[in-house]
């Protein structure tokens, strides 16, 4: 049986309940490609709409195979999701906001450990969002020819927009638990890049890459507000339901210790990467950077006691998750 790099077991003892074990802190950004479904699983999970407090779970990649293998008694299925409006990423001297984005995982754990499983194609979901001034604010003024040619172009307002949007670049890793649960400690390691997007830098100029990624560990500001709630099958709320939910809102995030690296494939052929390198100070080190994720919200669910379901309890979540999509 196919199981998840969990590195702790603890066979016949996942404690108590499993979600409100798991009460996992809010992570906005960031996740990679899982294995592969079929066409059809992955169809119809792309266009699900969950009833009830299984509604923000309508991307869990509950059919995934280690999702599917979870015992309930090792190894314990769960699906989380977390969501951020709005905030700001700062490159140097230069800050471009966030918008709304919505990360979907699923967790293979044992009550202390807990690996991610990504959702077919990306756990995050982002909205582009346009780069207050565009490419004037971007990159100009400058002393450079090149660039001063440039910035007279982009005075023309089609020219002028630049869109930004946040892509992974990697695998989520090193939950932390209790991280999540306080203030100050990362939570999470988010590889991630940003796309450009202008017709004189092109749609293909990014900051970072899988091979050089924007490295995030976000960590709360302040303590988050916690919430549970319990609920049946169908998403219905009652007392004592089988499955339940852990909430956890109200706190920002902060990183201000990661690094970015060169832009890549700004231009034709790239022959402006090294202006955008110029402009924004590139490679940046780290210290010279913040991430701020206003007002992080994220909520873990699954069944309030995974054991009970032993031996199939992953089999389970699932036929429950399918069975709550209309």
């Known amino acids: ?15 108590g309940s499993g979600v409100a074990a798991v009460a996992l802190a809010a992570t906005a950004i960031g996740a990679a490609p899982a294995a592969a479904d079929t066409d059809d699983t992955r169809d119809a999970r792309a266009a699900a709409s969950l ?68 959702p077919e194609g990306a756990g995050i979901q982002a909205e582009p969002v346009a780069v207050p001034g565009g490419l004037l604010n971007l990159m100009c003024p400058s002393e450079i020819p090149v660039l001063t040619s440039l910035c007279e172009k982009a005075a023309d307002s089609t020219l002028n927009r630049v869109v930004a949007t ?25 590889p991630v890049k940003i796309r450009l997007d202008n017709p004189l830098l092109g749609g293909r100029c990014y900051i970072g890459s899988e091979a050089d990624p924007i490295v995030l560990r976000p960590a709360h500001t302040s303590q988050p507000t916690l919430g549970l709630v319990r609920y049946g099958p169908d998403g219905t709320e009652v007392a004592g339901g089988e499955l339940s939910n852990i909430g956890l809102s109200g706190a920002d995030q902060v990183d201000d210790s990661f690094a970015v690296p060169e832009a890549d494939g700004c231009g034709f052929l790239g022959t402006l990467d090294w202006a955008v390198n110029a402009q924004l100070g590139l490679p940046s ?13 994220t909520t873990t669910g699954g069944f309030y006691t995974p054991a009970q379901y032993t031996p199939d309890q992953g089999q389970r979540l699932a036929d429950y998750w399918h069975a709550a999509a209309r």
């Open 1 to 15: 049986m196919r199981r998840s790099p969990v590195t702790k077991r603890r066979s016949g003892r996942l404690l």
């Open 51 to 118: 009833a009830g407090h299984w509604a923000p779970f309508d991307r869990c990649p509950v059919d995934d195979p280690a999702m599917l293998a979870a015992d309930g008694d090792e190894l314990a299925a769960l699906c989380m999701a977390s969501s951020s409006e709005s905030g700001t990423m700062t490159i140097g001297e230069k800050t471009v906001p966030t918008a709304g984005t919505n990360l979907q995982l699923g967790l293979l754990g044992d009550g202390v450990d807990y690996a991610a499983v990504s």
């Open 166 to 190: 946040v892509e992974p670049a990697g695998t989520p890793t090193d939950f932390d638990l209790n991280a999540g649960l306080g203030v100050g400690q990362p939570i999470v390691t988010l």
């Open 285 to 297: 080190p780290e210290g010279a950077n913040s991430l701020v994720l206003d007002a992080a919200s």
